[in-house]
């Protein structure tokens, strides 16, 4: 079957799904899972602000029934995971870059077992609380993308292993009119609406303003709830996606979000800075990034959201004196049924010095994709996707078509 009478189907397969609802070997690493130096080889959005974990499932799943069933009794923090498996089909030979995270063409691909073990904090209990979160994937595919230098970055496998939050934190009620939350670790950035946690994206595949800005940081971070449903955070953290590593520099992170109690409108503006660009003697691409994310509910099954991001640099591994990249993210989400939710992703990146993707020129993006929950466990999300760049990043060819699905088990 040819890709493009592959992904015709599976986009008829999304149609039909629609109308139904409404009535660990080592192999060959591939190609580089970030631009040369970052390393050594998106439940549609999130309840939490500067830091944008998934949100602690109300439902127990597995592991916490079986707790549950040994007598343990209630637990002081909770641990749950998944597992995540895809198969994607391409008109590239062998690889899907520079897309990501399903990265591999005519492939099956182990991306995430997550195993995640969280204390959260409860900003409306005023008194002062401590938490936590550890989350990593145990093993998968997706390692390779969430890594931060000097931390399991020595790894050669396909499916390896990332810590990729380890944070505690700690709620001071009476720091400021609403209480301040502090947190330490490593934790996701708030720059932009996806996130690494299969749960919490809209498709197996990322957007290119996801892939090629900051994934997470290290540091320390305040979190501050503002009267008129404002939230601000700041922080100093060592970079984008550096551990405590020679490579690390001290950088800002900060953030202001509006989301007015009752208001179908949420806007949030973040800003990750360093001022630095290529670090030669460690082979790492520092850079700058401005985001800007609005979600907008258009009524009670249909909801909107817009993630534009300006990356800067002031030198590239490839010696230009200055490089910048900039996207647009557009998704749209509609609740077709308690179960089935389609989900549309059309997106414009430029990358006029190829200093984050390796091939210059503008990229445009379409995905549809369908979420099919029969149980609250199981999620299966076909879904087809087109790319375009006139430069030909798609292994020599301007144009790749990919197909496929991708199941998630909760546990």
């Given at each position: 079957m040819?890709?493009r009478?592959?992904t015709t189907?599976?986009l ?6 629609a ?10 690493q591939?190609?580089p899972?970030?631009p ?6 998106s439940?549609l959005?999130s309840a939490n602000?500067?830091?944008n974990?998934a949100?602690?499932p109300?439902?127990r799943?597995?592991l916490?029934?079986?707790?549950d069933g040994?007598?343990?009794?209630e637990l002081p923090f909770r ?9 994607t089909a391409?008109?590239t030979?062998?690889?899907n870059?520079?897309t990501t995270?399903?990265d ?5 691909q182990?991306?995430q077992n997550?195993?995640e ?5 409860d ?16 093993p998968?595919y997706?390692y390779?993308y ?5 931390m399991?970055?020595?790894?050669s496998t ?5 810590t990729?939050y380890?944070y505690?934190e ?6 400021f ?15 932009g ?6 749960i919490?994206t809209p ?12 994934f997470?940081?290290?540091g320390?971070?305040i ?5 008129g449903g404002?939230?601000m955070?700041?922080?100093i ?5 550096v551990?405590f590593?020679?490579?690390a520099t001290?950088?800002?992170v900060g953030?202001l979000k509006?989301?007015p109690?009752g208001s179908s409108t949420?806007?949030a503006?973040?800003?990750f800075?360093t001022?630095?660009g290529?670090?030669?003697a460690?082979n ?14 258009i009524h009670d099954s249909l909801?909107?959201?817009?993630d534009?991001t ?7 591994a ?6 910048q990249?900039?996207?647009f993210?557009n998704y749209?989400?509609?609740t077709?049924?308690?179960e089935v939710t389609?989900?549309i992703?059309?997106?414009?990146f430029?990358?006029?010095d ?16 369908l979420?099919?929950q ?8 076909p879904f087809?996707r087109?790319?375009h760049?006139s430069?030909g990043?798609f292994?020599?060819?301007d144009e790749m078509w990919?197909?496929g ?6 546990w």
């Amino acid at each position: 079957m040819s890709l493009r009478s592959f992904t015709t189907l599976t986009l008829a397969l999304c149609t039909q799904t629609a109308l139904i609802a409404q009535s660990n070997a080592p192999v060959d690493q591939g190609p580089p899972a970030a631009p040369a130096g970052e390393s050594n080889f998106s439940e549609l959005d999130s309840a939490n602000f500067g830091g944008n974990p998934a949100p602690v499932p109300a439902d127990r799943y597995l592991l916490e029934r079986a707790f549950d069933g040994l007598g343990i009794g209630e637990l002081p923090f909770r641990v749950y995971g998944w597992s995540q498996a895809s198969y994607t089909a391409s008109t590239t030979d062998r690889f899907n870059a520079p897309t990501t995270f399903n990265d591999r063409a005519e492939s099956f691909q182990l991306q995430q077992n997550w195993l995640e073990v969280v204390r959260p904090i409860d900003t409306t209990r005023n008194e002062t609380q401590i938490g936590f979160r550890v989350a990593s994937i145990l093993p998968g595919y997706d390692y390779k993308y969430t890594q931060a230098r000097g931390m399991w970055n020595e790894q050669s496998t396909r499916n390896g292993v990332d810590t990729t939050y380890a944070y505690a934190e700690l709620f001071l009620p009476s720091l400021f009119a609403k209480g301040s939350t502090v947190r330490v670790g490593r934790w996701a950035t708030a720059i932009g609406w996806e996130m690494i946690e299969a749960i919490a994206t809209p498709f197996v595949s990322r957007s290119y303003n996801f892939q090629y800005n900051p994934f997470t940081h290290t540091g320390a971070q305040i979190t501050t709830e503002l009267d008129g449903g404002y939230t601000m955070y700041h922080g100093i953290v060592t970079g984008a996606d550096v551990f405590f590593d020679p490579a690390a520099t001290a950088s800002y992170v900060g953030g202001l979000k509006w989301a007015p109690t009752g208001s179908s409108t949420t806007v949030a503006a973040n800003v990750f800075f360093t001022g630095t660009g290529y670090d030669s003697a460690e082979n790492f691409q520092h850079y700058n990034s401005y985001n800007v994310v609005v979600t907008h509910a258009i009524h009670d099954s249909l909801t909107y959201v817009l993630d534009t991001t300006l990356g800067t640099t002031t030198s590239t591994a490839n010696g230009s004196e200055s490089a910048q990249w900039y996207g647009f993210a557009n998704y749209l989400a509609w609740t077709l049924s308690p179960e089935v939710t389609a989900n549309i992703r059309a997106e414009t990146f430029t990358d006029d010095d190829g200093a984050r993707t390796g091939t210059s020129g503008n990229y445009l993006a379409g995905t549809l994709g369908l979420s099919w929950q029969p149980d609250p466990w199981l999620n299966v999300r076909p879904f087809a996707r087109y790319d375009h760049n006139s430069n030909g990043p798609f292994e020599g060819k301007d144009e790749m078509w990919t197909g496929g699905l991708d199941v998630i088990f909760r546990w």
